[in-house]
């Protein structure tokens, strides 16, 4: 039998902070997602979509990159067609990690991170990174399906202390 729940469709995450004092490194944040078949909900990725790396269907696609924060409005945007993603996967989770390259940096110390979650013009989820201060990487949004059943969204909000490349092997693990 079909479900008549329509569920999420096209979604945008929109990350955008302030950029560093002139006398300081620049900060770089990214966006990443990790999609996570069916038969591994909290495992290890199917895949993974972020800056140098776009979804093998073309589902989830970065259309800003900033590697310092002065972009005009929106410093870095992802879309991601859930409608349009197999069925074999279930679940997407939806993160921002800080670049590490001059030394150790956390949400603390870049000026007015934001990130939004919006479907059209409807937005979802709005966050400041505040409830993860000493965090390097964090998660935010995880979208989820059953049985193949329409796309829904939990807010996830957890931060890591790892670099980049460690936190995509985290953050789609379960909570301790």
Avoid at 32 to 48: K, Q
Avoid at 100 to 124: H, K, M, N, W
């Amino acid at each position: 039998m079909s479900n008549p729940n329509k569920g999420l469709g096209k979604v945008e995450v929109a990350l955008k902070w302030d950029p560093s004092a002139a006398d300081a490194p620049d900060h770089d944040l990214d966006i990443i997602a990790a999609v996570y078949g069916t038969d591994d909900l909290h495992g290890t990725p199917a895949y993974l979509a972020h800056f140098d790396s776009r979804s093998p269907d073309g589902t989830i696609t970065l259309g800003r990159d900033s590697r310092n924060g002065r972009g005009f409005g929106v410093d870095e945007s992802m879309t991601l067609e859930l409608d349009r993603l197999s069925s074999r996967y279930g679940r997407v989770v939806v993160g921002v990690a800080i670049q590490q390259g001059g030394g150790r940096v956390t949400f603390a110390d870049i000026a007015r991170p934001r990130c939004t979650v919006s479907e059209g013009y409807t937005e979802l989820q709005n966050h400041d990174f505040t409830d993860v201060p000493d965090a390097t990487a964090a998660t935010l949004v995880e979208f989820v399906r059953d049985s193949g059943g329409p796309w829904t969204r939990r807010e996830a909000v957890r931060g890591f202390d790892t670099d980049p490349q460690s936190f995509t092997r985290l953050m789609g693990t379960q909570p301790t």
